[in-house]
């Protein structure tokens, strides 16, 4: 009789845990779905006089948004997890439901496995769409750009930032915006219809009186005939390169390198006596941030169950917007200290996940089971 009572709680616990992992998933992608529509209206309203401006047909123009769907769901799926937490087991809870399950003899968090194992599922799906899809998905966008708006050409390898120039064309190892200045620059000085004139290569170049300066630059200069003159210049100017606030949106591209591409890049930087401290956080980031979706799981369902009662859609977005923002503040605050060197990379990449991670813990040791 104890073994078949045993079975039979086995079963039920299945049933329950099955129903439970349906529930969430079904909440989940609506609620990816709202997030993503919400972002796709945002970015049209956004882009919609440059369409127009430029003439964009529809088609284009509809394959311009979808292009930035992955990274929108990307970014907004630990919310998504949070918020199906919340409406999931907070519908089980207003309805007596989790009563029930612990009048039973249920294990509540036995029973609420699955959603953890969805947590997983989905931090791993987000890190292996962030090394393939995403950076597949703006590579187009940046075509589209370069293709219906003339935005000049841009590129981020492992050698560094490559930009198309009015003149020519600027390789920068390292950038920093916010001192404008640019570390390990070569320019190289383009001529109709594609003959090299010349090439200017500096340690460093400063933003100065509207133009790039380099106070020390070696100046190649080449001839029609093939003829070479090296010449070293002090206070040389590098024509025809955009402002510091144009180029931001240029280097931002890096972020697009999968974890590989950014190693690579950050093991030259290092080579060449280059603070990487920056690139070191977003790598570390691409592996933290995205096991925030886990995490905002484990933190929603104590809440769920604590206001699931008195709760409704309303209570659920209201304390997944609290949590998410709370995560971005404190994110923010230690990519900053990181950035400056208070604290070594990795801790400023994977602080907020374990803050994070410990207050879900400790509120999930005073769920009643």
Known sequence: MVHGRGSRYLTDLKILERYILVEFIKLFAMAALAFLALFLVINLFENMDGLMKHNVPLGPSALFFAYQAPFIVSQTSAVAALLATL?????????????????????????????????????VSVILMNETIVPAAQRRV??????WYGAQGRGFGHSGMWVRTEGGILNVRQTDIQKNELNGVTLYLLERPFTVAGRIGAQNARWKDG????????????????????????NAALPGVMPPEELIGAEGAYKNMTIFELNRYINGLVAEGYNAVRFKIDLYGKITFPLVNFIMIMVGIPFALKTGRHGGIAIGVGISVLVAFSFWVVFAVMRSIGVNGVVPPLVAAAFPDLLFFAAGGLMLGYVRE
């Open 87 to 123: 409406l999931s087991l907070g519908a089980l809870s207003k309805h007596g439901e989790i009563t029930a399950l612990k009048s039973g003899g249920v294990r509540l968090l036995s029973a609420l496995t699955p959603l953890f194992f969805a947590g997983a599922v989905i931090s």
């Open 142 to 147: 940046d075509s589209f750009k370069r293709q």
């Open 211 to 234: 133009a790039w300066m380099a106070a020390e630059a070696e100046v190649w200069r080449f001839a029609a005939d093939g003829h070479a003159v090296k010449t070293a210049e002090a």
